[in-house]
């Protein structure tokens, strides 16, 4: 099982002066139980791409397939979305935006109850979800609009979780968090990856994100996938990044200032510990 996009090429207004090719004949494979970044400059169609995995945009040539559901622009093959919808949670760009209710056990439950599930089976759920985004029962009973931004977020996204999604898509879940509400939001993806089994989109701009917590990356330029390949690959391929004008992570930046000065660490190394081991381990070395 697993997401496959098949020449998928997206463009907005196809039948005005102004239509714009987001996506041009994109082909991608995402396997389960991944965290993949998706990355790219501003524009490059991250956003574009991700929507198409639960149908809120409908390709104009090519198709997704996720596991037997596949979209494609015949809307009469596009069969069976609202599955699709339960399949794939998909957390929008600020998503606290879109709380509405008046108590957070009623804004969570809305989504299960949406996909069929009983009010009490979905008022269970809820009490486990809110504790999966760090946040305890008696939250249930506030008003969400009284939180704070993070504490939003999370209830969001137990809203998303509430339906017991397989993939998750993220569309920049940390933007405009500061770094600890960040790294929470980070661990929390982790956990849900690595002990819920949940396969993991995630749209970032934060190198330091994809370094550190994520499996595979997507690198989208002008609409298409330029390079999709692991973590470890990505980050290892200096020319690469240089000549795309990535961002370096802390990590990767400091071995390269140090290869600079003639210190040469080849393993690839992810703490900052390994770092400071091998730098010891140089200079030893070298006396
Ligand atoms: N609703 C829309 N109508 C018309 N054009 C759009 C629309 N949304 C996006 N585009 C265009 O499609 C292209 C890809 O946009 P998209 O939002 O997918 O980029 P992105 O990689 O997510 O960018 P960012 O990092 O800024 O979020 C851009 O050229 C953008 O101008
Ligand atoms: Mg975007």
Do not use: W
Request: net charge negative.
């Amino acid at each position: 099982m697993s997401i496959i996009f098949e020449r998928l090429t997206h463009i907005y207004d196809a039948s005005l002066t102004t239509s714009q090719v987001a996506l041009h004949e994109v082909d991608l494979e995402v396997m389960d139980g991944t965290f993949s970044a998706i990355i790219g400059e501003t524009g490059s169609g991250k956003t574009t791409l991700v929507q198409h995995i639960n149908a809120l945009l409908i390709p104009n040539e090519g198709c997704v397939k996720v596991d037997e559901f596949v979209v494609t622009k015949k809307k009469k093959e596009n069969k069976n979305l609202k599955m699709l919808r339960k399949k794939v949670g998909v957390v929008f760009q600020f998503p606290e935006y879109q709380l509405f209710e008046e108590t957070i056990l009623k804004d969570i439950i809305f989504g299960p109850k949406n996909f069929g599930m009983n009010e009490a089976d979905a008022i269970e759920k809820a009490k486990e979800v809110i504790q999966l985004v760090g946040l305890d029962e008696s939250y249930l009973e506030k008003n969400p609009f009284n939180l704070s931004g993070g504490q939003k977020r999370r209830i969001a996204i137990a809203g998303i979780l509430a339906a017991d999604p397989d993939i998750l898509v993220l569309d920049e879940p940390t933007a405009g968090l500061d770094p600890q509400g960040a790294k929470e939001m980070m661990t929390l993806f982790t956990t849900l990856n690595k002990d819920h089994n949940k396969t993991i989109i995630m749209v970032t701009h934060d190198m330091e994100h994809v370094f550190h917590y994520c499996d595979h990356v997507v690198f989208m330029k002008d609409g298409k996938v330029d390079k999709n390949c692991s973590t470890k690959q990505f980050f290892e391929d200096i020319e690469y990044l240089k000549s795309m004008d990535v961002k370096l992570p802390f990590i990767i930046e400091t071995k390269e200032l140090l290869r600079k000065k003639g210190i040469v660490i080849e393993e690839y190394v992810e703490t900052i510990e390994e770092l400071v081991n091998r730098i010891q381990n140089e200079v030893k070395k070298h006396g």
